[in-house]
């Protein structure tokens, strides 16, 4: 679909500004879990619209054709409610189970594929969603003070409250909660959360937005936005998202920038020094490895034995299709949930092999044409940006989980494989002439159609 004319917010743009606006709010009246999930359908339903009506409208204004890549995400989110179903028909879990996993589903599962449908079909640029992003940054430092002096001015650690929305939200009080701060246990530490149901999930929000905000054209909101993303991924402590930022942005660059010769230039005595220091490198990533661990040694610990016991009881009782359903663990986990923490885990022990790799499929898929547009423009290295943050979280969260607040990261990657597709990532004039060509083509098929048609009457 061609990019508006004007620059005034479309109604799905408008909608999107105005939910990650209201984030705080919200929160406050713990309706941010339950915003997450009818945004996605009401985009879902806006999108199945244009397509509708696409036959009616002028060729420069029709959606256009869904990519394979964005098939293979319906197909495997379709794929993991057939595996849902048979999982509870297997252990006999009963309807009312059954459709409590299956709108589990729609506020998990489906949205991945929803929110990067959304993103690919309906014109929303990616100004629009970096812009909202800053002015949701530009809130958390208002109410950073607040948040740190919580701790020394007698608020008390933990829920605060409650939302009575909780009753008919369908997940765990934690993402109706209002929390200050929480305490990390054995440090005696403050940890911060902010509108995220736990610490890490706001590492992963943070990430998030640090990668929306850097394409933020206007310099105040553009460092507005970055400096309450890294405010917010310290105060997490979250150790994943510290690596994230660190790490994640010279990859991305690193990898945009492989196509030129001077980046082999440049590797070249990298990989030679490498080669020379190999045994000093490996002992440095033993001790990386070790003090990630240690750092917080007994939630490490937990993790892994959620790990064990949700592979181990795959092995054994659920091979193909899974449990149906989240089962709490023993006591020596602290009852967590077995599997949580880890996205492949937790989707072995609840939909077994099949719903792995109704994951790992498109997965593995859109990383290959990400790390194509990477090379290629630096909306494509946003994309890339967003799909490794997502990768890097399956291995220490449910990611499903928490698409309600990760979706702008879905949404960015569907902008950017509609601008990939429509030429408009491409530098001008080479963008401007390739999406001329697309329309024309478009627009010739579109008239050969209707001759077509009006022949046989």
Request: with cysteine; charged share 10%; aromatic share 10%.
């Amino acid at each position: 679909m061609a990019a508006p004319a004007d620059h005034r917010p479309n109604a799905p743009e408008r909608l999107i500004a105005g939910t990650i606006g209201a984030t705080y709010l919200l929160w406050l009246v713990g309706a941010l879990y339950m915003a997450g999930p009818l945004l996605g359908w009401t985009l879902a339903a806006m999108a199945a619209r244009a397509y509708f009506l696409a036959p009616g409208l002028p060729a420069d204004q029709r959606p256009g054709r869904l990519p394979l890549i964005l098939w293979c995400w319906i197909a495997g989110m379709a794929a993991m409610l057939v595996i849902l179903i048979i999982g509870h028909v297997e252990w006999q879990l009963g309807f009312a189970q059954t459709m409590k996993s299956a709108t589990g589903w729609a506020k998990g599962w489906a949205l991945l594929a929803i929110f990067l449908v959304a993103g690919y079909a309906l014109p929303i640029r990616l100004s629009v969603l970096s812009r909202a992003v800053c002015g949701l940054g530009m809130q958390t430092l208002i109410l950073l003070p607040v948040f740190l002096a919580a701790p020394y001015i007698g608020v008390p650690a933990g829920q605060l409250w409650v939302s009575p929305l909780a009753i008919v939200g369908g997940g765990d009080d934690d993402f109706f909660a209002v929390i200050a701060y929480t305490i990390e246990p054995g440090v005696g530490t403050p940890r911060w959360q902010f509108f995220a149901p736990w610490s890490p999930a706001a590492g992963v929000v943070a990430l998030i937005h640090f990668m929306l905000a850097r394409e933020e054209a206007h310099a105040g909101w553009r460092w507005t936005g970055i400096v309450a993303a890294i405010l917010m991924a310290l105060l997490s402590t979250s150790r994943m998202a510290v690596i994230g930022l660190v790490v994640l942005v010279p990859i991305v660059r690193l990898i945009g920038a492989i196509r030129k010769p001077s980046t082999g230039y440049a590797a070249a005595p990298l990989v030679l020094l490498s080669g020379w220091f190999a045994p000093q490198l490996a002992m440095l990533d033993d001790w990386a490895v070790d003090s990630f661990n240690g750092a917080r040694a007994a939630s490490s610990r937990v993790r892994a034995k959620l790990g064990h016991i949700a592979v181990q009881r795959w092995e054994d009782e659920a091979f193909w299709f899974g449990h149906g359903k989240v089962e709490r663990g023993p006591h020596p986990v602290e009852f967590m949930p077995i599997g949580s923490h880890h996205s492949w885990y937790g989707l072995l022990f609840v939909k077994g092999i099949t719903g792995l790799v109704a994951l790992a499929v498109p997965m593995v898929l859109l990383l290959c044409v990400c790390l194509g547009a990477a090379t290629r423009s630096r909306a494509g290295q946003l994309a890339l940006g967003m799909v490794l943050i997502y990768w890097f979280y399956t291995f220490g969260e449910n990611i499903e989980v928490l698409t309600y607040i990760a979706w702008p990261a879905l949404m960015a990657i569907g902008i950017v494989l509609r601008m990939r597709e429509n030429g408009e990532d491409l530098p001008a004039p080479v963008g401007v002439i390739a999406g001329w060509m697309r329309r024309e083509v478009a627009a010739s098929r579109a008239r050969v159609a209707g001759a077509g048609a009006g022949a046989v009457c």
